[in-house]
């Protein structure tokens, strides 16, 4: 089973930018697939953004043009670049990386945008 951990969460003013970190125990790009999801207080869980095996994204609406969601291979790696970030963006991010039926998450981290 992979291990994942998150970093890079805080506290930012809205317009601002962070990067998230998501680094695993393991190799991830063996037919992984890497998400990023988020959950604000008092709402379900919702996707963010997801990078498929081949490299092809797939981000949510809200963060269209937003985000960014990449991986660096050799450090087992996948990140968050979060840029112009509003209020609403405010949540607990977690990363998952998935193989068939099989998924792992990472234990979150904290990102406050405030306005």
């Known amino acids: 089973q992979v291990r994942l951990v998150e970093s890079g969460g805080g506290l930012v003013q809205a317009g601002g930018s962070l990067r998230l970190s998501c680094a695993a125990s393991?190799?991830?790009?063996?037919?992984?697939?890497m998400s990023w999801y988020r959950q604000a207080p008092g709402k379900q869980r919702e996707l963010v953004a997801a990078m498929a095996v081949g490299g092809t994204t797939n981000y949510a609406d809200s963060v269209k043009g937003r985000f960014t969601i990449s991986r660096d291979s050799a450090k087992n790696t996948v990140y968050l670049q979060m840029n112009s970030l509003k209020p609403e963006d405010t949540g607990v991010y977690y990363c998952?990386?998935?193989?068939?039926?099989?998924?792992?998450w990472g234990q979150g981290t904290q990102v406050t945008v405030s306005s």
């Open positions: 998952k990386s998935t193989l068939g039926t099989l998924g792992s």
């Open positions: 393991g190799s991830i790009f063996s037919g992984y697939v």
